[in-house]
């Protein structure tokens, strides 16, 4: 069962390939995954997304950081 789209505070759906800011700001990373089903297998207790971002690697962010609006959109993927 597919689950409702992750969406930022702005109200843009978040896609795989999106370029966003997080850590207040401080850090930026890319959309590699959205984890939003079998969370089990990802060992998490909720959807967020996983982010690619140089130097601190691989970083999941829960979906309940984002209605504290504290990751954002930075440039859309194609």
Known sequence: MKSAPMNYPNG???????KVRFERGGSTGTV?????????DW????????????PSGRVFIHVSIFVRQEIAPELRAA
């Open 32 to 40: 590699e995954r959205i984890i939003d089903t079998s969370l089990a």
């Open 12 to 18: 843009a759906e978040v896609k795989v390939g999106d």
């Open 43 to 54: 060992s998490v207790d909720e959807p967020g997304v996983m982010l690619l971002s140089a």
